[in-house]
C-alpha cells in the first residue's frame, strides 16, 4: 500500500528501535528518539514494537494513502487531522483509501511518531530501518523525507482502529529528568554537583539527533584529568571544555573522550527526545538500583500491554 | 597503579565499563584485546562491545539478565563480567590480522602535506616514508562508522589539528591529528591534517562487516601513484 509525501514537515525520518550491535565498528544505533513512544505507537495499530515507522521533528509531514489501513500518532501532540477531523496521539484510527493524514506544528513537545498498520518497508541495513543522516544509511536512501516520496507499507490482516492508550500509560513530557550521578561528577566537587542537580539548564538551538546540549549555568569545579576515549551511551551527559553540558541521543557517537557527569535514567530518555529548543530541563539524582527498577517496572506494564493488545512479543 | 585492574564499574541503567589502564601502552592494548577475546561477540543480554584506548564499554538489556534473588540486573551482570575477565591479565592476545592500505600522498589528495613537513622539519618525501614505513595497530573505532584510532606514529611526525577545522573531509582521507594518524571513512568534518588519501572504502554499509578495520588489526600504508589510485577507484 502506498502512501504518498504530500509535504515533508521539518525532519520527518524513517525509524525503528535502532541497529543494534554495530557500535564496535563505529555505527551509532539510531532508531526512534523516544523509543518509549515509537513502541506504544506501533502496539496500537497491531505492529512488533520494532516495526519501522515516522519519526516528525517540530513541524510534521502530510501524508496520503493510497489504500485503506490503521494508524496511530504517539508522542507530542501535532495538532494532527485526518481528512480534515483532528486526531489525537495514543489512539488506533481507520484510515480509508485516498485519506489525508497531516500534522501541524508540535504543541507539547518535539517529536511525533506515526505507526502504520503492518510497518513502513524499506530494506533493512545492518538490521535495522533506522534512517542515521551522518552516513546516510537505513531509512528512504538514508535521507530525510522529501515531498513526492512514496513510501511502502504492508497491508494489515485485520483492522486495529479503535484501540487506544490508557491515560495511566501516557508518558508525561516535562523537563524534570532523572539521572544517575557518574563518581566523575563527585570528583568534580560539590559546587558542580550543586549546579547539575540543583540548578535550571535550557536545550540549545543546536541540539539534533546526536544530542541535547545544554545553556545555562557552566560548570567548573575541579580539574577535570586527560581522559581517554571510551564507549558512550545514549543518557551519557558529558562535559565538554566549554563546561555546557551534552545529554548524548540517539545518533551519538559511539566512543567519547570529554568527561562524564552521569547517565540520564533510561525512562526518563523520551522525556530529554521531546524537549524542544529553549525549552527547560532540571537534573534530580537517582540511585542506579532506582533507576533499574523503574526500568524493569516500565517494561513490566509494556509486556501487560501487550498481552492486552493481544499480540505477541 | 593502586586501583585493582580489571575494575567494573556501573555506565548508566544499561551499560557497564571495565577499566583496564590508565594510559596508551602496549601493556594496555594488549590487557583490552585479551578481556575483547573474553567477552566475545555480542549474545544474550549483552547487545554490544565496544573497545576504548584502556577500557571496554559492555551494553546490556536488564530484561534479559538473570538474576539471583532480589538482585538488580547491573549486580548480576558486573558479576558475570568479572568471572569472564578473571585471569585476563595473564593472556596475551593474539596478534590481528594485517591490512594493507593503499594511500595517495600526492597533490590534491594530500593538502597538508606540506604543513606537516614545515611542523615537524622534514621534507614531504620523509614524512610519506615514515608514514608508510610504519606499522599501525587499531585501537578504537568511533568518531565515525569505522573510523580506525591507530596506535604507532612516528613520534617524529606528530602535528597539532588544523586550527579551523574542515567542514567536509572526503571520505578516504589520511590524516595525522596530535600524535595519532587515522581514515576518514565516510565524508565528514574534521580538523585532522590530511597527508593522503586511500581508493579503499573503509566502511561499506553493504557489507556484512561494515568497517574495514576492526579493533586488534595491524595496519600498513602502501604508497601508490596517482595513476595507481586512479586505477584502484575506477575498479
Redesign the interface.
Known amino acids: 500500500m502506498n502512501v504518498e509525501v504530500l509535504r515533508a514537515g521539518a525532519l520527518t525520518t524513517i525509524q525503528d528501535l535502532g541497529r543494534l550491535g554495530h557500535q564496535r565498528e563505529g555505527v551509532p544505533e539510531a532508531g526512534a528518539m523516544d523509543a518509549h513512544a515509537a513502541r506504544l505507537a506501533n502496539l496500537l495499530v497491531g505492529n512488533l514494537e520494532s516495526a519501522a515507522l515516522l519519526e516528525a521533528t517540530l513541524l510534521g509531514p502530510a501524508l496520503r494513502f493510497a489504500g485503506a489501513t490503521t494508524v496511530a500518532l504517539g508522542g507530542a501532540d501535532f495538532g494532527a487531522t485526518l481528512d480534515g477531523e483532528a486526531l489525537a496521539p495514543w489512539r488506533a484510527v481507520a484510515v480509508s483509501a485516498g485519506a489525508t493524514l497531516e500534522l501541524g506544528a508540535a504543541r507539547d513537545g518535539c517529536r511525533a511518531y506515526i505507526a502504520i498498520a503492518g510497518g513502513i518497508e524499506v530494506p533493512a541495513v545492518l538490521g535495522s530501518r533506522s534512517t542515521y543522516l551522518p552516513a546516510a544509511i537505513g531509512g528512504l536512501d538514508g535521507r530525510a523525507l522529501r515531498r513526492g516520496d512514496v513510501l511502502q507499507a504492508s497491508v494489515p490482516g485485520e483492522s486495529r482502529a479503535r484501540r487506544s492508550l490508557p491515560v495511566a500509560q501516557r508518558p508525561v513530557y516535562d523537563g524534570n529528568v532523572r539521572l544517575v550521578p557518574s563518581e566523575m561528577l563527585a570528583a568534580l566537587g560539590d559546587a558542580a554537583r550543586a549546579t547539575l542537580l540543583g540548578e535550571e539548564f535550557r536545550v540549545s538551538p543546536d541540539s539534533d539527533r546526536m544530542g541535547c546540549r545544554l545553556t545555562g549555568p557552566r560548570l567548573g569545579g575541579a580539574a577535570v584529568p586527560e581522559l581517554l576515549s571510551s564507549g558512550a551511551t545514549m543518557g551519557t551527559v558529558q562535559l565538554p571544555p566549554g563546561g555546557a553540558p551534552i545529554v548524548l541521543m540517539a545518533d551519538h557517537q559511539t566512543t567519547g573522550g570529554y568527561p562524564v557527569l552521569g547517565h540520564v535514567a533510561t525512562v526518563d530518555l523520551g522525556k530529554v527526545a521531546q524537549l524542544r529548543p529553549g525549552d527547560p530541563i532540571r537534573f534530580t539524582g537517582i540511585s542506579l538500583d532506582d533507576a533499574q527498577r523503574l526500568y524493569l517496572e516500565r517494561e513490566r506494564a509494556i509486556a501487560a500491554l501487550r498481552r492486552a493488545l493481544s499480540f505477541p512479543p | 597503579m593502586s586501583v585493582v585492574l580489571p575494575r567494573i564499574?556501573?555506565?548508566?541503567?544499561?551499560?557497564l565499563?571495565v577499566t583496564l589502564g590508565?594510559?596508551?601502552d602496549d601493556a594496555t592494548f594488549q590487557r583490552v584485546q585479551g578481556a575483547l577475546a573474553r567477552l566475545g561477540g555480542?549474545s544474550g543480554e549483552i547487545?554490544?562491545?565496544?573497545?576504548?584506548?584502556?577500557?571496554?564499554?559492555v551494553?546490556y538489556e536488564?530484561?534479559r539478565v538473570a538474576m539471583v534473588g532480589a538482585e538488580?540486573?547491573?549486580v548480576a551482570l558486573a558479576r558475570t563480567v568479572a568471572s569472564l575477565l578473571d585471569g585476563v591479565d595473564a593472556v596475551s592476545a593474539a596478534p590481528g590480522r594485517l591490512v594493507e592500505i593503499p594511500v595517495c600522498y600526492e597533490g590534491e589528495l594530500a593538502p597538508d602535506l606540506e604543513e606537516v613537513a614545515r611542523h615537524t622539519g622534514m621534507s614531504s618525501r620523509d614524512v610519506v616514508r615514515l608514514h608508510s614505513a610504519a606499522e599501525y595497530v587499531v585501537h578504537?573505532?568511533?568518531?565515525?562508522?569505522?573510523?580506525p584510532?591507530l596506535g604507532g606514529l612516528d613520534a617524529r611526525l606528530a602535528t597539532p589539528r588544523r586550527a579551523e577545522p574542515r567542514t567536509r573531509v572526503p571520505a578516504g582521507s589520511v590524516g595525522i591529528g596530535g600524535a595519532q594518524t587515522g581514515v576518514y571513512?565516510?565524508a565528514?568534518p574534521g580538523g585532522w591534517q590530511l597527508i593522503g588519501r586511500t581508493p579503499l572504502r573503509l566502511?561499506d554499509?553493504?557489507r556484512e562487516?561494515?568497517?574495514l578495520l576492526?579493533?586488534g588489526d595491524r595496519v600498513r600504508f602502501r604508497v601508490v601513484t596517482r595513476r595507481e589510485f586512479d586505477a584502484l577507484v575506477a575498479r
Request: proline share 12%; net charge neutral; no cysteine.
Open positions: 564499574a556501573p555506565f548508566g541503567d544499561r551499560a565499563v590508565d594510559r596508551i555480542a547487545t554490544d562491545v565496544v573497545a576504548g584506548f584502556a577500557s571496554i564499554t551494553h536488564p530484561l538488580l540486573p547491573h578504537m573505532i568511533g568518531f565515525v562508522p569505522g573510523f584510532y571513512p565516510i565528514s566502511f554499509a553493504r562487516s561494515p568497517s576492526h579493533v
